[in-house]
């Protein structure tokens, strides 16, 4: 009889594994991530991905104990695969407040995506990526606050897209 529940456990173990993901949420602020994981790339039914950091400005980060978010916890994400792609029903992606230089221009390729928030990535140039950020026909939502760009690229950015709420803030050093 144990035998037998073994042998129905490693089936059904067996016919779970061959299944694709069914995760359509996945959150993974503030895991020290310095790179997205590849397996994140294999969730094809992923639709809400969250990488960007969450901090609590006011009160004093001291005053909540040692369970909030610090330095140490922080993802440091620094660019974006090319695999992105593969993430077809992907409608949010996350990924402010991190260290991200470049979008790749796969990131166009995500026809369902209707809200990018890239926010505080201080070394993110828009104008450098307006050919990836202007092919984002589907956005809704795109924030850009405290990342560098320009009034004549904001210009171009709103006129390609015109249905998109750009949240803007400039950044100062």
């Not at 992923?46 to 901090?55: H, S």
């Not at 400005?57 to 695969?81: D, F, M, Q, R």
């Not at 593969?86 to 990131?107: A, F, H, M, R, T």
């Not at 990526?129 to 984002?136: H, N």
Request: aromatic letters at 6%; glycine letters at 2%.
């Amino acid at each position: 009889m144990r035998l037998h529940y073994s042998i129905i456990f490693q089936i059904l173990l067996v016919c779970a594994c061959s299944q694709p993901s069914k995760t359509v949420q996945l959150d993974l602020s503030n895991q020290n991530l310095e790179q997205i994981p590849d397996s994140v790339f294999s969730l094809e039914y992923l639709e809400y991905l969250q990488m960007g950091n969450r901090f609590v400005v006011y009160p004093p980060l001291s005053a909540l104990g040692t369970n909030t978010p610090s330095g140490e916890n922080l993802n440091k994400i620094a660019s974006i695969p090319s695999k992105i792609e593969n993430l077809q029903k992907l409608k949010v992606l996350g990924i402010g407040c991190n260290k991200l230089q470049s979008l790749p221009i796969e990131l166009s390729q995500l026809k369902l995506l209707d809200s990018l928030d890239i926010s505080f990535n201080v070394n993110l140039n828009i104008k450098k990526e307006m050919d990836i950020s202007q092919k984002l026909t589907s956005l809704k939502y795109l924030n850009i606050i405290a990342t560098k760009w320009d009034s004549t690229s904001l210009e171009k950015l709103q006129k390609a897209l015109p249905t998109t709420e750009i949240v803007t803030q400039p950044f100062f050093r």
